[in-house]
């Protein structure tokens, strides 16, 4: 079946450090691949998506880039800050499925100032 | 802006006793998901409906989980009897018919004593 494998945590940052959040996948055909966040006490939020190979997906500074070949969505952001302190997901939706999603086991980020 | 609202948030209870969750997505969303998240892992699907008819309930457990959507609106998720294994945080979301973002609600975290 499905499958989503993240880096483990947590990974402790300073500010204005370079992020990288590895994420491999396995699916047959051709699946969707987000990036939830989830802060403190909240539910899920999409932070990016991309939906074919080499797509890349953007948003409030990070990003990820759908690479087919390596089966992989790696996240990152050149600069992270405090407020970015959250646990990530990756996460893909199978290629006419529905919108199922099948989840990794999150990446906890600890950002100090 | 248009949330997915869940009650309650919180919840205790014994063993043995049964518990109720409900849910009500953001208006005009067809599909409803309820997921499963227990602590230090991502969110797993437990049942997808579309309007009031269930698409897939694979891995509810249906021995003591129930699911219904009577009106096509909001959810309810049911469990009877609740065991020591099922705290977790109850994640319920939904999206369009035809889209793949899910919007996520807060979530309702369950403790069983």
């Known amino acids: 079946g499905d499958s989503v494998t993240q880096m483990e945590g947590p990974v402790t940052l300073s500010e204005e450090a370079f992020l990288t959040i590895n994420c491999t996948y396995t699916?047959?055909?051709?699946?969707?691949l987000f990036w939830y966040v989830q802060y403190p006490g909240e539910g899920l939020q999409l932070l990016l998506k991309?939906?074919?190979?080499?797509d890349k997906g953007s948003n409030k500074g990070f990003e990820a880039t759908y690479r087919k070949e390596t089966t992989s969505f790696h996240l990152e952001k050149g600069s992270v800050q405090v407020s970015d302190s959250a646990v990530y997901f990756c996460a893909l939706s199978p290629n006419n499925a529905g919108n199922m999603l099948t989840f990794g086991g999150g990446t906890r980020l600890m950002v100090k100032p | 802006e248009a949330e997915v609202a869940q009650s309650p948030r919180y919840k205790i209870t014994e063993k043995s006793q049964a518990v109720a969750f409900w849910c009500d997505p953001i208006s005009g969303h067809a599909t409803l998901y309820w997921y499963r998240q227990i602590l230090g892992q991502g969110p797993e699907l437990l049942v997808q409906f579309q309007d009031e008819s269930v698409v897939d309930d694979s891995q509810l457990p249906k021995d003591r989980f129930s699911a219904e959507r009577l009106k096509g609106v909001d959810s309810t998720l049911k469990i009877q009897p609740a065991e020591l294994g099922d705290s977790a945080m109850y994640l319920c979301?939904?999206?369009?018919?035809?889209?793949?973002?899910?919007?996520f609600g807060p979530g309702t975290r369950l403790t069983v004593l």
């Open positions: 699916a047959t055909g051709y699946p969707s």
């Open positions: 979301a939904s999206s369009t018919t035809f889209g793949d973002e899910q919007f």
């Open positions: 991309a939906t074919k190979a080499d």
